[in-house]
Structure formats: C-alpha cells, structure tokens
C-alpha cells in the first residue's frame, strides 16, 4: 500500500534531499509544500516524477495548508518549513515567531485526518549556550532568548502534548549544521567554500575560537529516513550531527588549504546574539540509526 507523506518546507535545502530520499521507494508518494520564500524550485527532483507532487503554499496559512491535507489524507508528515539562519532570524523575528501558528495549525490538521507520526525539524539552538558538553537529548537549558530558539522549542513541547492528549505519534531530530550540495549560500561552511572559491576574503566573528561541528548531508538524510523505515525512537529526541568538533578559525583554515586559495581571513566584531561559543552533540542515537561511521569519523571537513 502507498505511503502518502507530506515534506513541508521541501524546497528548501534538507527538506529536498528528504524528498530525494523518500522517492526512492516506489511505495512512497510524496507531496512537497514550499512558499519558495527561502526555497527553491531548482532543488526539487528530477526523477521519479509519478512519485512526488510540488505545490506553492504557506504552511502558516491555515488556509493552504488545510487545503493540502484534507486533499491527501497523508499517512506521515516531515515538518522542515521553518525561517533558517542565524543573520535572517534576528532580522526577521515576526517572521520567526509566525511559524508558530503555522505548527499549530499543522497538528491540528494532523491529529484530524489520520497523520500516524510527525517528524520535526528541531534544532541545535534549543541548547542556547550549553551547561553539558557534548549536548545530550534530555539535557536542554532553555536559555537562548532569540527567536528562533524559543519557536523550536515551543514546537516540541507542541509535539509532547499532541502525543498526550491526541496519541499523535512524533520523533524530534535536533540539526546540528548540516551541510552538501543545494545547501543556501548564507550559511558557514557553504559561504566559507564559495568565498575561497573566488579567492574573497573569509569574514569571521569575534575571534573565531567557537566551535562547531559539521553534518554531511548524506548522514543527516540516511539517519532521519532510518528512523521513518524502522520506526525508531517513536515519542523520541534524537540529535542529528556529527560529534567532530573544530573552531570556526580552522574550519575557515582548512577550507583554504584544501581549494588552495589565496582568500585572506578578515576578523569582525562578535555578533551581539546567536553565535553560542560551543556546540557539539551526543549523537549516540543517530550512530545506532545509521549503522555505519558519519563522514566526519574520516576527519573531512
């Protein structure tokens, strides 16, 4: 039988590699929502076009997405829509904040027309600046103030009390900086390699010793879809990243090294909010999931 699953948010750029992921399976038949405001039509698929269906619409507006859903009767739901990025977050927090009605309206469509599990796309920010090092699932501080932290964590206390009152099934995946092709050019690791690239300068904030660690998209993909095919941490928190920590400073080192540019790093002031000084995960669940090593275990940036 069919499986009829929903990716909002599915231009954008881990939203459509799920979509890539998802139509492998022949069983699978996959609506993609997107309102294209940070999407891209470019990074829907190019195969298997009688196994997936793109359609323009917000999922903040209950009125597209109630449209959506009760057309399709969906069994599983990837919920990836969300306003992304450190810079675009703190100048658009409205923006950020309407993502909560979007989530509400979502769960509430989901809870009514038979959805089996939400799958959510946390992030990494809900640990604000981390008291625990590497960040573990049950561990989680709710000191960040920015906007965009607050909402992922209003959305999973949404998610814990749908499953309480309405038996509405959920896994959370916290993202810690996935990175690989379609990904936007606003983020670090794709800015830092498009900047050495053309040979620009490599803008860093603050003294560039704050860490980070860097999730090959292939790991976050294989990791999440696992967990959807083997029904693995139902009701769950998983962290989705790779436990390889490096500073900013060295990644933006490396990066040079490895292109052989002749780009020159260029120190700025520190951002006011939102570059947390350490991040790695405990990502014991997800190693379980993939079965396999992350990228990162050959040391590659």
């Known amino acids: 039988m069919t499986k009829k699953i929903l990716v909002t948010g599915g231009a954008g ?12 399976d022949p069983g699978n038949y996959v609506v993609i929502i997107d309102d294209l405001s940070t999407g891209n039509i470019a990074r829907l698929p190019e195969v298997h076009a009688e196994r997936w269906k793109f ?16 057309a399709f009767q969906f069994d599983y739901v990837f919920h990836y829509a969300a306003v992304v990025g450190v810079q675009r977050t703190l100048l658009n927090p409205v923006s950020v904040l309407n993502d909560i009605n979007g989530f509400k309206y979502l769960l509430d469509l989901c809870k009514n027309t038979g959805v089996q599990r939400v799958f959510f796309s946390s992030s990494s920010e809900v640990y604000g600046e ?12 709710l000191n960040s103030r920015l906007p965009y932290a607050v909402v992922k964590n209003v959305g999973e206390a949404f998610l814990r009390s749908y499953k309480q009152e ?10 810690f900086n996935t990175y690989g092709p379609k990904q936007s050019q606003d983020f670090v690791m794709s800015k830092f390699i498009n900047n050495a690239l053309a040979g620009r300068d490599i803008t860093i904030y603050g003294d560039g ?29 998983v962290n ?6 490096t500073t900013i400073i060295e990644l933006a080192k490396t990066i040079i090294e490895v292109t ?42």
């Open 13 to 24: 750029f881990v939203g459509s590699c799920m979509v890539d992921k998802l139509i492998e």
């Open 209 to 237: 010793m704050q860490t980070r660690t860097f999730c090959y998209k292939d790991d976050n993909i294989d990791a999440c879809y696992n967990a959807f095919t083997k029904d693995e941490y139902v009701n769950d928190t």
């Open 260 to 301: 052989n540019s002749k780009s020159k790093l260029v120190y700025l002031p520190p951002l006011k909010e939102g570059d947390m000084t350490r991040r790695k995960p405990d990502n014991t669940k997800m190693r379980e999931l993939l079965g396999r090593p992350l990228v990162s275990d050959r040391k590659s940036v």
């Open 130 to 141: 981390p008291f625990e090092h590497p960040q573990n699932e049950h561990t989680t501080p």
């Open 166 to 175: 309405f038996d509405l099934d959920y896994t959370i995946f916290r993202f």
């Open 55 to 70: 359609i323009k619409c917000d999922v903040n507006s209950y009125r597209d997405s109630s449209a959506v859903m009760m």
């Open 240 to 245: 989705i990243g790779s436990d390889f920590e």
